[in-house]
């Protein structure tokens, strides 16, 4: 078993989309839940973004990172906290990681949302994954409760 945590790079591909939905998402336009999330660099303290899909499920909210361990995850664990932006709308926001256990019905919910922009990154996992499926995999896919602090 790799003791590495899981990161897969953002390639060429990738990285337009990115390019396009953080686009959007500053003009104010969201993309099936899409936002930039702005968070605090860990070593500089310089504020950091990246797109995002803002899931809300059963009345909660999460950010999954469907990639791995990436800088974004990093940096809101040591942060605690960020922002989402869409448009000039500004939020703050406070965060919680998910332990393994409790992240099986976020990923399902996450992979039925988006599995044609993210499923790729699951390995051939997909909503309709067995719960130890999803729980297997759990290790790999950071995901955060978000809470709101005070909206701007």
């Known amino acids: 078993m790799n003791s590495t945590p899981r990161y897969v ?5 990738t990285t337009l989309l990115n390019r396009a939905v953080a686009g ?3 003009a104010g ?5 899409s936002r930039i999330l702005a968070v605090r660099g860990r070593t500089s303290g310089q504020w950091r973004t990246v797109p995002v899909n803002l899931l809300v499920h059963d009345d909660a909210r999460y950010l999954v990172a469907p990639r791995g361990h990436t800088h ?3 940096n809101l664990r040591a942060a605690g906290g960020g922002e989402l932006r869409l448009g000039r709308r500004v ?16 990923l399902r919910a996450y992979l039925r949302r988006w ?5 790729v990154f699951f390995d051939g996992v997909d909503a309709d ?5 999803l729980r297997r ?3 790999d896919h950071p995901a955060f409760r978000i809470t709101s602090d005070v909206p701007r």
């Open 29 to 33: 336009i969201s993309v099936w839940g």
């Open 72 to 74: 974004w995850v990093r």
């Open 137 to 139: 995999i759990a290790p």
């Open 91 to 106: 939020e703050e926001f406070s965060a919680t990681e998910l332990p393994d256990d409790e992240k099986v019905a976020v």
């Open 129 to 133: 994954a067995s719960d130890a499926e």
């Open 24 to 26: 959007l998402a500053r």
């Open 115 to 119: 599995k044609i922009e993210v499923g």
């Open 9 to 13: 790079a953002p390639g060429r591909s």
